[in-house]
């Protein structure tokens, strides 16, 4: 099995205080890890040194066995989907879901195409793809960021807390979706939540993580 994520003895202080010392974590391919723990006890910022957005003081983080500061490469083989609205205020929803397809070269058509495909799956109307993000609601803009996220099929996904905006109605909808993307792929997931029953759902692994003293 190809490991994906590899920390190593990580130190990292926020503000004075320690996060996390000589923290270790091996992920491997095809993993779902959902990462539990208290508000303040590091779980974003687990996700911040995994994206190489946050550096440790001490310590190595690696995906794919190489360092992901400056590697543009790398990055397209990474998806992020943020907690709240993350969108591009200048985009509308259609160009935010297809941002990373035209990063890739993606012919503009079978992008939207995709995007759309997506979105019907999603519960999102094709009325709204000309909406900007202030013109969505939450969760409307959480699955226009989730799309925008996985649409380019990479090979690590990264969420935090990504169905924090949405009803019980489209949560569930949006796990199941998550779950068949994961089981039908070689993806590799690591998802931030608080939420025990949907970690049980989803996950193959899970990591609670608490706040240093």
Do not use: W
Request: hydrophobic fraction near 40%; proline fraction near 2%.
């Amino acid at each position: 099995m190809k490991e994906v994520v590899k920390i190593e003895n990580v130190s990292f202080n926020y503000h004075n205080r320690a996060v996390f010392k000589d923290f270790n974590l091996s992920i491997q391919e095809g993993d779902f890890l959902c990462v539990l723990g208290e508000s303040g006890s590091g779980k974003s910022t687990l996700l911040g040194l995994i994206l190489g957005l946050l550096k440790p003081s001490l310590g190595s983080v690696k995906i794919f066995n190489e360092t992901l500061s400056n590697n543009a490469f790398l990055r397209q083989k990474i998806g992020y989907i943020a907690q709240g609205n993350s969108l591009f205020s200048h985009l509308n929803a259609l160009q935010n879901m297809t941002f990373c397809l035209n990063l890739q070269g993606i012919n503009k058509e079978a992008a939207q195409k995709e995007a759309k495909a997506l979105a019907l799956k999603m519960g999102l109307d094709e009325s709204l793809m000309d909406k900007f993000p202030n013109e969505l609601s939450g969760g409307q803009a959480q699955r226009v960021g989730i799309i925008r996220g996985i649409i380019h099929k990479p090979e690590l996904i990264l969420l935090d807390e990504p169905f924090s905006a949405l009803d019980s109605f489209n949560r569930k909808n949006l796990q199941d979706l998550i779950k068949e993307i994961h089981q039908n792929s070689h993806a590799t997931f690591i998802m931030v939540t608080h939420d025990e029953s949907e970690a049980q759902k989803l996950a193959t692994k899970t990591l609670e993580i608490k706040a240093l003293k």
